[in-house]
């Protein structure tokens, strides 16, 4: 139903910025819940930032005044704006969406590896 690809993961010192995009097959407008979640070696998988019906925002509050999600529905992509990287946001980084009515109802994208150095 919808096809999730990841850009802007990189390596980065700490208090550096990146930006990651996802960039969506289909048309943002109409999917439930779109954002990000991360996972780190040895660690679940968490939600990093997601966005609700099209603006609702919610983050994790390790995240909390230092990431932005946005969403662009004109390009179908949301970003993450990451400021402040600290080494403890190293992980693989996917776009994440629920299509509730449809079977699967959650998509992901392929992830993108973000490195945050000391």
């Known amino acids: 139903q919808v096809q999730l690809v990841e850009s802007g993961g990189g390596l980065v010192q700490a208090g550096g910025s990146l930006r990651l995009s996802c960039a969506a097959s289909?048309?943002?407008?109409?999917?439930?819940?779109i954002g990000w979640y991360r996972q780190a070696p040895g660690k679940q998988r968490e939600l990093v930032a997601e966005?609700?019906?099209?603006?609702?925002?919610t983050y994790a509050d390790s995240v909390k005044g230092r990431f932005t999600i946005s969403i662009d529905n004109a390009k179908n992509t949301v970003s993450l704006q990451m400021n402040s990287l600290e080494p403890e946001d190293t992980a693989v980084y996917y776009c994440?969406?629920?299509?509730?009515?449809?079977?699967?109802?959650?998509?992901w994208g392929q992830g993108t590896q973000v490195t945050v150095s000391s």
């Open positions: 289909r048309s943002t407008k109409n999917i439930n819940r």
């Open positions: 994440h969406a629920l299509l509730p009515w449809t079977r699967p109802s959650d998509y």
């Open positions: 966005i609700i019906a099209g603006r609702t925002t």
